[in-house]
């Protein structure tokens, strides 16, 4: 890095100089980037200048982002440079009805990379277009948030494999048509990171990387208005640093746990260096970078430090620097925030798709209340999204379940949102008199009853417990996330049901976190059953597959398009999904209820009465009405009269 550069950023023609200039002496300015770069370089500008104006060596920065991103470009394999090409002319590529989604963490399901690999033929055949590995990078040794903190973005873990496994793995899987997706982990690093270690050290090319404080006084002035994120681990949002030479040790911002120290992006040299660590796993073959904890990348005094509007600026400067030197690749944004934030991450200038968490939690908020209102509100209101993006929708992840829905909807309903809560903790853990569920709870504060849920799809839907409704809400939910549009998500092991792994107690490192309590090993005996229908997984595989193989044959379902459709039943979801010129539509309904509901032929009536029920593959008669099971659901193609 070349620091001590004293320019401010200046005009647009002045910096576009001094940027080319940078990038002519790092290498050769291949025309189609320069073409990119004429395209791109404004908007960049614009942004930096919004960003970093302030900064005496803002013109230095942007202009050796501009010469890494350029030697990247030229480093560029040709064979991602030509996939580049497709994805930009068909941008739109991850609407499509055959996307579907896979992820699991690389250890836990195939041992390593290579054990990954091995996996692909079951990939297609599952008909997986995009796989999503869990966090793979070198991390501290014993507990390291899962992976969540990041001691090298250029090195694998080496139990799982090496950089060059990755790469293979990337071109195995673009050869089986599966799109590869990596987390970024950018708002922090572990504290083993080289520059981690610098910055303690008092290296000057380094100290300003991170937010070090020499005594409380700022922290104490932060925390006023910051929130405690893991209060397990420690209190407020800065941890102390080890005592040196007898004086008192320093304080470091650390919003999650003590080892994931922040990054301080109001520093435009942690802009570059993080752009050069994209870059470089863009070159490896990745095509989606989950974009971690995107609501805290930026802090300012006085305020809650999230989503804050230079957030969504660094977003954008960040994938301004991606279309110049990986085009074809895309973001995805993670933001477990209020509903009316999480939409503002998602544009085709910022992150292109992103997690649904709303629809996941009101779908097991629906099925624990057997009252698909909730949820029915969220699709009518909150589906909708920016044109050229698209969500990635789920029943779970491999993180707990909280309650994300805006206690403002709720009290239309009557409902409190706090009391709700309490209520849904409970029901999900089994401490519910009636409640189906074997969840376990995470983070949980004993004064307050704050808590999140952990647990597998077949734990939290019954299939534990034994309930007779289990296998049917497992599907439900699926229904629901493979019809809602964009980007369905399958937790690999939820298709064959893999139920809790208590296991994770007798772990001295896991047995503090209980997400571990999901994130079981491969469930071998229960892929093994997957072609038995006389099993649980065996039942549940059949439906799943299929479920998405009619997903895939469905144009309908392509998109995000989507318009309401309501029933007088509270237990019943209603949406319609309509064709490319909307003279079909698909109608979903779904029961979350345990006894089985009547539509009317009055309520269907928007629709010619011949219909076709897709998962079937049966004509059906609207003007008798549809009678949907306790727990059922129905796609089914409808023509508007």
């Known amino acids: 890095m070349l620091t001590g550069n004293d320019t401010p950023l200046r005009a647009l023609e002045d910096d576009r100089a001094a940027a080319l200039a940078a990038a002519s002496d790092a290498g050769r300015l291949d025309d189609a980037f320069l073409e990119r770069f004429d395209a791109q370089f404004p908007r960049l500008h614009a942004l930096f200048t919004r960003l970093y104006a302030d900064r005496p060596d803002g013109q230095a920065a942007l202009a050796q982002t501009i010469a890494l991103t350029s030697a990247s470009w030229n480093a560029r394999p040709l064979d991602l440079k030509v996939r580049d090409g497709q994805r930009t002319a068909a941008a739109e590529w991850f609407q499509s009805e055959r996307m579907l989604g896979g992820v699991c963490y690389v250890d836990r399901y195939g041992g390593n990379l290579a054990g990954i690999r091995d996996q692909i033929p079951y990939f297609r055949e599952l008909g997986l277009t995009y796989l999503h590995l869990m ?9 390291n948030d899962g992976g969540y903190a990041v001691s090298s973005y250029r090195r694998v873990d080496p139990r799982l494999g090496t950089i060059a496994q990755l790469t293979e793995l990337a071109a195995d899987l673009r050869l089986a048509g599966i799109s590869l997706v990596l987390d970024f982990i950018f708002n922090h690093t572990s504290n083993e990171h080289e520059w981690a270690k610098k910055a303690v050290a008092g290296d000057p090319e380094f100290e300003d990387f991170y937010l070090i404080f020499p005594d409380r006084e700022m922290p104490d002035a932060y925390e006023r208005t910051t929130r405690e994120i893991f209060p397990d681990d420690h209190r407020g949002s800065f941890v102390q640093l080890p005592s040196v030479d007898g004086a008192p040790g320093r304080w470091i911002w650390s919003t999650f746990y003590h080892f994931q120290w922040d990054l301080n992006y109001a520093n435009p040299w942690v802009f570059r260096a993080m752009a050069g660590e994209m870059l470089f796993l863009a070159n490896l073959g990745v095509d989606v970078l989950r974009m971690d904890a995107v609501a805290f990348i930026w802090k300012r005094l006085g305020t809650a430090c999230e989503s804050l509007p230079e957030a969504h600026l660094l977003l954008q400067a960040f994938n301004a620097v991606l279309a110049m030197g990986a085009p074809g690749l895309i973001f995805k944004s993670e933001a477990i925030v209020h509903p009316d934030e999480v939409v503002s ?3 085709p200038d910022e992150c292109r798709i992103s997690y649904n968490p709303l629809q996941m939690a009101l779908t097991w908020e629906a099925l624990a209340t057997r009252d698909a209102r909730l949820l029915q509100q969220a699709i009518d209101r909150r589906h909708g999204l920016p044109e050229g993006t698209a969500w990635v929708n789920y029943v779970r992840s491999h993180d707990d379940i909280g309650w994300t829905f805006a206690d403002e909807d709720a009290a239309e309903l009557g409902i409190d949102g706090a009391s709700h809560r309490r209520f849904l903790n409970d029901f999900y853990v089994g401490r519910f008199d009636g ?41 439900l939910a699926h229904a629901l996330a493979f019809a809602t549009g964009g980007i369905p998500l399958l937790y690999l092991g939820d298709e064959v049901a893999q139920l809790n792994d208590p296991t994770y107690a007798d772990d001295p490192v896991r047995r503090g976190d209980s997400r571990w309590v999901h ?23 059949r439906r799943m597959t299929k479920l998405i193989s009619v997903r895939q044959s469905t144009p309908e379902l392509a998109g995000n398009a989507l318009l309401p459709f309501h029933t007088p039943h509270r237990s019943v979801v209603g949406f319609q999904r309509p064709g490319p010129d909307d003279t079909t539509r698909v109608l979903v309904l779904a029961n979350v209820g345990d006894t089985e509901v009547d539509i009317d032929a009055l309520t269907l009536s928007g629709f010619e009465r011949a219909a076709r029920d897709l998962v079937h593959d049966a004509e059906i008669d609207l003007d008798d009405g549809i009678a949907l099971p306790a727990h059922g659901f129905v796609w089914l193609r409808v023509r508007p009269v």
């Open 519 to 541: 994130r079981g090993q491969r469930p071998r005996d229960r892929y093994a059953a997957k072609n038995d229908d006389a099993t649980v997984p065996g039942r549940v595989f």
């Open 135 to 143: 966090p793979l990078f070198a991390g501290p040794e014993g507990d």
């Open 345 to 347: 991450y998602l544009s």
């Open 435 to 475: 409640s189906f569920a074997r969840g376990v709870p995470f983070q949980e504060n004993p004064q307050t009853g704050d808590a999140r849920v952990s647990g597998t799809t077949a734990s939290l839907a019954g299939i534990e417990a034994e309930d007779p409704g289990g296998e049917d809400r497992v599907v």
